[in-house]
């Protein structure tokens, strides 16, 4: 284990908290299965809810974050170890990093099982946002995040897995306007689904 966090590159954790984010007063609402819609910023935890932005507020959040700009999304519903060091290698690729989260709807549609995600989206979205890797943290409710890849226009997007970035309709808004997409190999070894099978075969 010593050797994995060795290989982790050195970074200064300042870049994502910009100079210009101001940071919130107060959290109003914070109670539990809040959906994003609903939250309203503020700051018991300035750190993290500045994090959070909403799509429509996306375009004027990301003018304060330095460039190029790393776009990634997943359900990040059971965060693990594989998660966390795909997120740290993903923002080593560029300047800041915005995390696009399924919204708990678009994360049922993937077939992953009819108690799937277990963590609302709220709650998926808070824990991504405290990990140092993450710059912004906003999410989707299609299938796909292509049309806020289109609203973004990222520098880089990285997905993680053996997919084929050739045959996806990311891939081709991306080059679109001269960005690169490419693929992160997974953590061997991790699996959100592996580990609730484990935990639910031990009960």
């Known amino acids: 284990m010593k050797d994995d966090y060795a290989k982790l590159p050195v970074r200064r954790l300042s870049v994502c908290q910009h100079k210009h984010l101001r940071r919130p007063d107060s959290i109003q609402h914070m109670p539990e299965n809040t959906s994003f819609p609903s ?37 990040f519903d059971v965060l693990h170890r594989g998660h966390v060091m795909y997120l740290e290698q993903a923002r080593t690729l560029g300047a800041s990093l915005l995390v696009a989260l399924n919204t708990d709807q678009s994360a049922r549609r993937l077939g992953k099982g009819p108690d ?47 997919y084929d970035m050739d045959k996806l309709a990311e891939t081709a808004a991306m080059r679109s306007w001269g960005g690169q997409a490419l693929a992160l190999p997974f953590v061997t070894g991790y699996s959100t689904t592996a580990l609730v099978r484990r935990i639910r075969n031990s009960s």
Do not use: Y
């Open 39 to 75: 939250f309203a910023s503020g700051a018991g935890v300035p750190g993290l809810t500045q994090k959070l932005c909403r799509p429509v507020d996306l375009l004027t959040r990301l003018t304060h974050l330095p460039r190029p700009l790393v776009f990634t999304n997943g359900v």
């Open 116 to 162: 799937r995600p277990l963590n609302n989206e709220m709650d998926r979205a808070c824990v991504v946002a405290a990990l140092a890797s993450s710059c912004c943290v906003t999410w989707f409710d299609e299938d796909t995040p292509l049309e806020l890849i289109k609203l973004v226009r990222p520098d880089i997007l990285v997905k993680g897995g053996d």
